[in-house]
């Protein structure tokens, strides 16, 4: 499986971005897709995360503001970014769980999301 992760960038606070993640390869593998991200000096923490029947999850410092969504026949997930705050800057990563191990097997490449004050 390879995922590819888009969208990231510069936006002032209170903005808006839109992360895209396609997945190729052998996506019949993939259950769920998450965002993690991981700010300097930080662990890398889930931010949400969408199974294949569309049930979401998402960490409680980005509830109300964030919203994941996934397009099955595009093999693609989105992470809607709204009301961005500078704390939400990180470096932003595609993940996918595998339908065997139920595991985060899978990375994209980071996208860097800045949020400037």
């Known amino acids: 499986v390879q995922l590819q992760a888009s969208g990231g960038g510069l936006v002032q606070a209170g903005g808006s971005l839109r992360l895209s993640c396609a997945a190729s390869g052998s996506i019949f593998s993939i259950n769920a897709m998450g965002w993690y991200r991981q700010a300097p000096r930080k662990q890398r923490e889930l931010v949400a995360a969408?199974?294949?029947?569309?049930?979401?999850n998402y960490a409680d410092s980005v509830k109300g503001r964030f919203t994941i969504s996934r397009d099955n026949a595009k093999n693609t997930v989105y992470l809607q970014m709204n009301s961005l705050k500078p704390e939400d800057t990180a470096v932003y990563y595609c993940a996918a769980e595998d339908l065997l191990t139920l595991g985060y097997d899978y990375w994209g490449q980071g996208t860097l999301v800045t949020v400037s004050s």
């Open positions: 969408v199974t294949s029947g569309g049930s979401t």
